[in-house]
């Protein structure tokens, strides 16, 4: 069985640009969650889905910071417009109910 | 509110080694999950163990031991026989309504 896949796996952009990370959760799962990590942070939930709907955006940093789930195997999170601070790991993780959350391979966020 | 705690920042020891690795949780609720997830140098979060709060078995896995204290609010993991594979961050974790992660601690096995 596949994992979570994200892509891309690297993004360089430049601020200002638009930045859209994209998530497929493992078939089956329906929760699913974003993630960031620096070093300053560490790992922090941007917000997470149940069954496609958004249940907590508490941790979404700012309104340049979207997150969509259209349906059950996608979710997308945009960055618009991007700044240097947002540069970091972002994460996407499934999970069958509340409990264990697998985690993709993150995309590595550069903003220039 | 939940916090995790992993006081130990870096650890460094050579291969066979054993070491552990420290874990305090704070948290209000009386049902609640812990985690360990691993990340290699690649860069990806592996899952390693879930245990609930109503179960305080140690649990060992091959070289992995975690050790459950309710009394203590610990949940500690140990390698036996490290290896230079083992070489990565270690985030433990606590879930309510929502995972949150230590800091993590980086290990580093040395042949």
């Known amino acids: 069985d596949a994992g979570v896949i994200q892509s891309p796996r690297h993004e360089v952009t430049e601020m200002g640009q638009e930045v859209t990370l994209r998530c497929k959760p493992i078939?089956?799962?329906?929760?699913l969650f974003w993630y960031r990590q620096t070093m300053m942070r560490g790992l922090e939930l941007l917000i997470y889905?149940?069954?496609?709907?958004?249940?907590?955006d508490s941790g979404m940093p700012e309104d340049r910071f979207s997150a969509k789930m259209p349906n059950a195997s996608f979710s997308t999170l945009k960055i618009q417009p991007s700044e240097p601070r947002d540069s970091a790991v972002y994460f996407c993780?499934?999970?069958?109910?509340?409990?264990?959350?697998?985690f993709g391979a993150g995309t590595r966020l550069s903003v220039l | 509110a939940q916090k995790v705690t992993q006081a130990q920042t870096e650890i460094s020891v050579v291969e066979k080694e054993d070491v552990t690795l420290d874990c305090v949780y704070e948290?209000?609720?009386?049902?609640?999950?812990l985690f360990w997830y691993k990340q290699p140098p690649s860069g990806e979060l592996v899952f390693l163990i879930r245990?609930?709060?109503?179960?305080?078995q140690n649990e060992i896995s091959g070289r992995y031991s975690w050790n459950f204290q309710k009394s203590t609010s610990s949940f500690n993991f140990t390698i036996t026989a490290s290896q230079v594979v083992d070489s990565a961050v270690y985030f433990c974790a606590c879930n309510t309504d929502k995972l949150i992660f230590g800091t993590g601690t980086r290990l580093q096995v040395f042949p």
């Open positions: 993780a499934s999970s069958l109910g509340r409990y264990i959350q697998y």
């Open positions: 889905f149940n069954n496609n709907v958004p249940i907590d």
């Open positions: 948290t209000r609720d009386t049902t609640y999950y």
């Open positions: 078939s089956g799962h329906d929760y």
């Open positions: 245990r609930n709060s109503f179960d305080e």
